[in-house]
């Protein structure tokens, strides 16, 4: 058996206050990286889920240009896939998303990828 270990920068950006429940979050970017064609997972990670999204520069461009990225239209597609958000909580998340995206953008790695945590609480 071969074993391996390596160090770890980790850096956090920006955060922002969400009000809407852990699982309407996870829902929430795989429904933006399905508008922006690209891969997105989430993992379990102690208190936090960690959500990948395979190019991160393909979902901020979503979220700061995306003609479709509005809360009435995410709510929508949302309630389609069977999950219920808040529409005013949900507005408040996404117009914080489009205000910190550029701040985002120095999150992605160099291999495109971006990471995001949500408190798994």
């Known amino acids: 058996?071969?074993?391996?270990?390596?160090?770890?920068?980790?850096?956090?950006?920006?955060?922002?206050?969400?009000?809407?429940?852990?699982?309407?979050?996870?829902?929430l970017f795989h429904e933006l990286s399905a508008r922006a064609d690209t891969l997105c997972s989430e993992t379990d990670y102690g208190d936090k889920t960690a959500i990948w999204i395979q190019d991160g520069k393909k979902l901020l461009d979503?979220?700061?240009?995306?003609?479709?990225?509005?809360a009435a239209s995410l709510q929508k597609s949302l309630k389609d896939t069977g999950v219920k958000v808040n529409a005013?909580?949900?507005?408040?998340?996404?117009?914080?998303?489009?205000?910190?995206?550029?701040?985002?953008?120095?999150?992605?790695?160099?291999?495109?990828e971006l990471r995001f945590y949500?408190?798994?609480w």
């Open 1 to 27: 058996m071969s074993m391996s270990l390596r160090p770890v920068i980790e850096q956090w950006n920006t955060h922002t206050s969400c009000f809407i429940a852990h699982d309407e979050i996870i829902a």
């Open 62 to 70: 979503i979220i700061v240009s995306g003609p479709d990225f509005t």
């Open 88 to 112: 005013g909580d949900l507005k408040s998340l996404i117009s914080n998303m489009h205000n910190l995206a550029a701040s985002w953008r120095k999150s992605i790695d160099n291999a495109g």
């Open 118 to 120: 949500v408190d798994a």
